[in-house]
């Protein structure tokens, strides 16, 4: 079994940083590929970040382009989450996934982490 343990999240003010970290434990696990997903209360859950563990290739959504950066330490195995310049509207529940190498589907799941941005 694998277990993801997200940490780093709190409050912060508009303009500020924040970094998250996921570690990844539990059986020798390499995955295809590991992200951020955030739910805001009233949204569904939506793709925030994503990295491949081997390339280290990247996918942002749109909304955080510029501001964000995923990064992965291999050795660690751990997927971090810069963010910078952070605005009210990145408010939500932050949670690391990852994706299984057999089918590149997220199907590990932390328990995630509130991120809170005052104005």
């Known amino acids: 079994q694998v277990q993801l343990v997200e940490s780093g999240g709190g409050l912060v003010q508009a303009g500020g940083s924040l970094r998250l970290s996921c570690v990844a434990s539990?059986?020798?696990?390499?995955?295809?590929?590991m992200a951020w997903f955030r739910q805001a209360p009233g949204k569904e859950r939506e793709l925030v970040a994503a990295?491949?563990?081997?390339?280290?290739?990247?996918y942002y959504a749109d909304s955080v382009k510029g501001r964000f950066a995923i990064s992965r330490d291999n050795a660690k195995s751990t997927v971090y989450l810069q963010m910078n310049n952070v605005k009210p509207e990145d408010t939500a529940v932050y949670y690391c996934?990852?994706?299984?190498?057999?089918?590149?589907?997220?199907?590990?799941w932390g328990q995630g982490t509130q991120v809170t941005v005052s104005s």
């Open positions: 990295i491949t563990w081997s390339s280290g290739n990247t």
């Open positions: 996934a990852a994706a299984d190498s057999t089918d590149r589907r997220y199907g590990y």
């Open positions: 539990g059986r020798t696990f390499i995955p295809y590929a």
